[in-house]
């Protein structure tokens, strides 16, 4: 019953801004994680961004900080990210997931058990 829903991918120029949602129902929020990956052609899934639902503290890659910003809204169960100064290479399908709190920043696939279906983001020059 544990379900997540991303939108609002797109195309975008780069220098754009997007800015992702995720909707989560059916986790205990106090003891999760939700993160952002994000999987290009041909490469490994990489972690992005990732938030304790609880005390409300967030981790990044080097690649997107700086330029990236999660943030959740309790109320509405939804997640957000907020890309900003968009590139090239950060064309790839997105997708948020849950997970436990233990080394969540650390942002490696594994450690999360739940996904949504991913939302295509892709970055022309």
């Known amino acids: 019953q544990v379900h997540l829903v991303e939108s609002g991918g797109g195309l975008v120029q780069a220098g754009g801004s997007l800015r992702l949602s995720c909707t989560v129902s059916g986790l205990p929020f106090n003891h999760y994680a939700i993160a952002w990956f994000r999987q290009a052609p041909g490469k490994e899934r990489e972690g992005v961004s990732c938030?304790?639902?609880?005390?409300?503290?967030?981790y990044y890659s080097d690649s997107v900080k700086g330029r990236f910003t999660i943030s959740r809204d309790n109320a509405k169960n939804t997640l957000y990210l907020q890309m900003n100064s968009l590139k090239p290479e950060d064309t790839a399908i997105y997708y948020c997931?849950?997970?436990?709190?233990?080394?969540?920043?650390?942002?490696?696939?594994?450690?999360?058990?739940?996904w949504g279906q991913g939302t295509q983001v892709t970055v022309s020059s």
């Open positions: 997931a849950a997970g436990n709190v233990f080394n969540a920043r650390l942002l490696m696939p594994s450690d999360f058990r739940y």
């Open positions: 938030i304790i639902w609880s005390g409300d503290r967030t």
